[in-house]
C-alpha cells in the first residue's frame, strides 16, 4: 500500500472519531478546516439546520489581497483564521466547537486556531 494511502485512511479514522463527539448546534455552531497543498478553507457549519453559516478561504477576494508572493503557508493560514473570526462576529458568532478534519493540531491547523481566537472567537 502507497504511504499516501496509509496517510489518508489514518486522517479519516481521526475524523470519524472527532465527528462522533463534535457537533454544531444553533448556539454553538463547528468551525472545520480543511487544507490542501496550496490553500486552507475554514467553515462554520450549524448541524441541527445543516447549512454552512459563514466560510472563508484563502481563495477569497478578501484575503487574497492581502496575500503577497512571499507570504508562507502558516502565514495564509492566520489570514483565514483572523477573516472568519471578523465574518463571525459580523453575523453574531461568538462560541463554536473547534473540529480540525483529521488534521494534526500543529503548523498551519494551529496558526488558522489561534488567529481565529485572538479575533473573538472561544473555543
Known amino acids: 500500500m502507497k504511504t499516501q494511502d496509509i496517510k489518508k485512511k489514518r486522517r479519516l479514522r481521526r475524523k470519524f472519531h472527532i465527528r462522533k463527539r463534535v457537533n454544531g448546534t444553533s448556539e454553538m455552531p463547528r468551525m472545520t478546516v480543511t487544507k490542501s497543498l496550496k490553500h ?26 492581502l496575500i503577497k508572493p512571499d507570504t508562507t503557508k502558516t502565514g495564509k493560514s492566520q489570514l483565514v483564521g483572523a477573516a472568519i473570526a471578523r465574518k463571525a462576529e459580523e453575523k453574531g458568532i461568538k462560541r463554536i466547537a473547534f473540529d480540525r478534519n483529521g488534521f494534526l493540531y500543529h503548523g498551519r491547523i494551529k496558526a488558522l486556531a489561534d488567529a481565529a481566537r485572538k479575533g473573538g472567537l472561544e473555543f
Not at 477569497?60 to 489581497?65: I, L, M, P, R, T
Open 40 to 65: 486552507i478553507y475554514a467553515q462554520i457549519i450549524d448541524d441541527s439546520k445543516g447549512g454552512t453559516l459563514v466560510s472563508v478561504s484563502t481563495l477569497d477576494k478578501d484575503v487574497a489581497a
